[in-house]
């Protein structure tokens, strides 16, 4: 039987959903022993790591080939601004109440991975852009 390009490109789309799917519940499965059952990170560990690498991986593998350009590009500089400031401080009272935390290092250092967080897409996106520009003009 001879594969043509429909088949292909069906099959890719079935296996995305799927690895869609994984991926989502692996970050549920851990999100849910975190929060819900309250158990400590040695008891769900396993399935956080592999949810990181898996992260990584997807992360790593969109920006080297061109693909990660999923930032919006938003013309009102202010509402960008007040975005971002609002993202950042329901985070911090996000992790506050979740934690109970009261802190002023660790509430520091909690900002500073929401702000990685928050602005790591916006780097990645451009680093991509630039490559797919690159092998646009090849």
Not at 39 to 62: H, K, T
Not at 90 to 95: G, R, T
Not at 109 to 125: C, E, Q, T
Request: aromatic share 10%.
């Amino acid at each position: 039987m001879k594969v043509d390009e429909r088949v292909i490109g069906v099959r890719d789309k079935i296996n995305s959903k799927a690895f869609e799917i994984c991926y989502i519940g692996l970050w549920l499965m851990v999100s849910y022993r975190m929060f819900v059952l309250k158990q400590s990170p040695s008891e769900y560990g396993d399935i956080l790591i592999l949810a990181v690498i898996v992260s990584a991986f997807v992360v790593i593998n969109m920006v080297l080939k061109g693909v990660f350009t999923s930032t919006p590009k938003v013309s009102n500089k202010l509402s960008t601004v007040v975005s971002n400031v609002l993202y950042i401080i329901s985070f911090i009272l996000i992790f506050m109440f979740l934690t109970g935390m009261r802190d002023p290092i660790k509430i520091g250092v909690g900002v500073l991975i929401v702000i990685i967080i928050r602005f790591s897409p916006i780097v990645l996106s451009k680093i991509s852009s630039k490559k797919a520009d690159k092998d646009l003009e090849e």
